[in-house]
């Protein structure tokens, strides 16, 4: 399937005006996306757990202007409040999307956003951020042209995500979601992320995730200048190679639950993901001194107490704790005791694999 999927068909109704509110979770990855080509298309496939608590809630009001030009008209707030310097991002959002959403230039958007979880935490909204604003334009695409269905509107969303932010594409739908072509996995596409369609034992389900928040500040390098730096990396093939080959062993892992092997990919992921950074030319770093010391104490807890944690990093030093449910008691007496020490200000947020965003209704806003 190609990107024409997705170009619109002649809208048959008028809509003038109207508002939609969607909220889509944050997600985190199990095998990473890192490396990209043009467009937003990953160089690897990469798997993620859905989140639940860690969601952005996008409302979208938007309004039929006549006689306009050929420019975009929209306003973006946060917390209610203008946020001009978030324009810019929005306004490079519509520029790519709008070749599959026309209806953009016709109408005034007032987007008004706020996030679950504490601003400046350290944990990236644009996942869901970008998810949850692709949903609502799809909500109207939806309301000019009632045929849509369901697969493909999330469908669609997925891959209208993916130009704002590749990671956001995995925000829709849950609780395991692969983004990128691989050669076992049918329907899978580099152009927008699908349900993992294979079976999953029962002890990941309600997986949990509590996020140790290790340094709130801001990133030193983005995730688009780390991806860039992929090009030409020497190790580049070698990694992506890698990514594929932890998928396919990944369906045994999930399928039987063996989560002695599941510790070791999901590790693996993570430390590689790091590894590639302070192996790019220019080298950088992202871990802080206090994420080596939670993974210590993380192997040292997992080799002494019978439970089945692990952790995995995203693009920053925050550490992801992740365990099954029945393990929820001692893992988290084990985070208070000895890990909150190593969060900024005791710092962390509990979460677990969620099922995708939702349409909040009017009465819910
Ligand atoms: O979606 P981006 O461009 O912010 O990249 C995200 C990359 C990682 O979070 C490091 C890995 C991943 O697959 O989510």
């Not at 679950?116 to 350290?122: A, D, E, R, T």
Request: aromatic share 12%.
């Amino acid at each position: 399937m190609t990107h024409t999927e997705f170009l619109p068909s002649k809208y048959n109704r008028i809509v003038t005006e109207g508002k939609v509110t969607f909220k889509a979770p944050s997600n985190i990855a199990l095998v990473k996306y890192w490396g990209k080509k043009e467009d937003q298309i990953p160089a690897n496939p990469s798997l993620s757990f859905t989140l639940d608590a860690c969601a952005t809630t996008t409302s979208i009001s938007y309004a039929i202007v006549k006689g306009k030009g050929s420019g975009f008209s929209f306003e973006f707030l946060f917390d209610g409040k203008p946020k001009p310097d978030f324009e810019p991002k929005i306004l490079t959002f519509f520029k790519r999307i709008v070749y599959y959403l026309p209806f953009l230039r016709e109408y005034h958007f007032t987007i008004d956003t706020s996030n679950s979880f504490p601003h400046s935490s350290g944990i990236a909204s644009s996942a869901s951020g970008m998810a949850a604003l692709a949903l609502g334009l799809m909500h109207l695409e939806k309301e000019l042209d009632p045929k849509i269905t369901q697969e493909f509107f999330f469908r669609k969303a997925s891959f209208l995500a993916r130009l704002g932010s590749g990671s956001a594409c995995r925000s829709i739908e849950g609780d395991l979601m692969l983004w990128g072509g691989h050669k076992d996995i049918p329907g899978s596409s580099d152009l927008y992320a699908i349900k993992y369609p294979f079976e999953v034992h029962d002890v990941f389900h309600g997986y949990h995730d509590t996020i140790l928040l290790v340094d709130k500040g801001q990133k030193q390098v983005s995730s688009t200048v780390g991806h860039d730096l992929m090009h030409g990396h020497p190790f580049a093939e070698q990694r992506f190679a890698q990514a594929h080959e932890h998928i396919s062993k990944l369906r045994g892992v999930l399928a039987t639950g063996d989560l002695k092997e599941f510790i070791s990919i999901v590790e693996s992921e993570a430390l590689t993901l790091h590894a590639m950074m302070m192996t790019s030319r220019p080298y950088f770093i992202l871990m802080k001194p206090n994420t080596l010391k939670i993974i210590e104490k993380i192997w040292a807890f997992r080799a002494t107490s019978n439970t089945h944690l692990c952790f995995t990093l995203d693009a920053g030093a925050n550490v992801h704790v992740l365990y099954p449910k029945d393990e929820k008691e001692k893992v988290n007496q084990f985070i208070k005791d000895e890990l909150v020490a190593y969060c900024e200000n005791g710092q962390y947020i509990c979460d677990r694999i969620g099922f995708g965003a939702k349409r909040v209704l009017p009465a819910q806003v």
